[in-house]
């Protein structure tokens, strides 16, 4: 979760409705420059704090998430279905999902009531979830059609995004098959006006506090954004071989995005 609604968060800002009657009594000027500081501080403290703590406890599967997540509009996505619900019907979650979503964010693990009340801490490939929190977004026996379900909606979102980019108007498909043999599907071809060869894009989202991405040259509890930049390479690397240049185009599962495919995206001026 996160993922689809951050794709538009950091390439414009949040806008909150006009007619929002609660604006009226907020701060203007430099009374918000100065709340925001001092809340940037704040944050900044609690982070450093927080990261020592899960250090010093050997917690790298939290430290990692949590890492991963301490960017600019990484928990928009939870709030907003507070905020945009309540105007638009957007955004809803149910109880249960809410609760779940805001654990994970918190970095609690979504099923430790489920594991008090009797329930098995087992995943379906044997892993202990009571101890692994994020275990669930990246394990394919476990919810291998969320998975797919999550990579597809991101990809949508994506599309998305490139055409509502102002005067920027390419031929786009998705779901194409390149390489000589044509046996691999990239999920987004762009053919843009003039150019000699098409942009090959293919979509990942890697959840970095999963065993690999922390085992890593460069870990992923170490390094904020290290997952993606190591999924991003096994994506060129596979299309390598087959004579295909492809540009990655990686989330990590807390919605931040990989460093390239965000400035690529604001070069085009989305």
């Not at 026996?141 to 509502?164: I, K, P, Q, S």
């Not at 930049?229 to 931040?256: D, M, N, S, W």
Request: proline share 5%.
């Amino acid at each position: 979760m996160g993922t689809t609604e951050t794709i538009r968060e950091w390439v414009s800002p949040w806008q909150e409705p006009a007619d929002d009657p609660e604006r009226a009594n907020q701060p203007q000027g430099h009374e918000t420059e100065s709340m925001l500081s001092t809340a940037k501080a704040i944050f900044q403290n609690m982070h450093g704090q927080l990261q020592q703590e899960l250090t010093q406890h050997q917690m790298e599967a939290e430290q990692a998430f949590f890492l991963s997540a301490a960017y600019t509009c990484s928990g928009k996505w939870l709030h907003a279905g507070a905020f945009y619900g309540r105007y638009f019907n957007a955004y809803r979650f149910q109880n249960g999902e809410f609760l779940e979503a805001l654990r994970l964010r918190c970095l609690i693990n979504p099923l430790a009531c489920d594991i008090q009340h009797g329930g098995c801490q087992l995943c379906l490939c044997g892993a202990d979830i009571s101890r692994e929190v994020t275990h669930a977004l990246d394990c394919t026996r476990y919810c291998g059609r969320y998975l797919n379900r999550r990579h597809n909606m991101c990809r949508e979102a994506f599309v998305n995004v490139l055409r509502d980019i102002p005067d920027y108007s390419p031929t786009i498909e998705t779901e194409v098959a390149v390489g000589l043999d044509r046996k691999r599907r990239a999920d987004v071809v762009i053919h843009e006006t003039g150019a000699t060869e098409p942009i090959i894009i293919d979509f990942a989202v890697a959840d970095p506090a999963a065993p690999r991405y922390r085992a890593a040259d460069e870990p992923s509890h170490v390094t904020a954004g290290a997952a993606g930049k190591f999924r991003a390479e096994e994506k060129r690397a596979l299309y390598r071989q087959i004579g295909v240049r492809v540009f990655p185009a990686v989330l990590e599962a807390t919605g931040r995005p990989h460093d390239e495919l965000k400035q690529w995206l604001k070069d085009l001026g989305a």
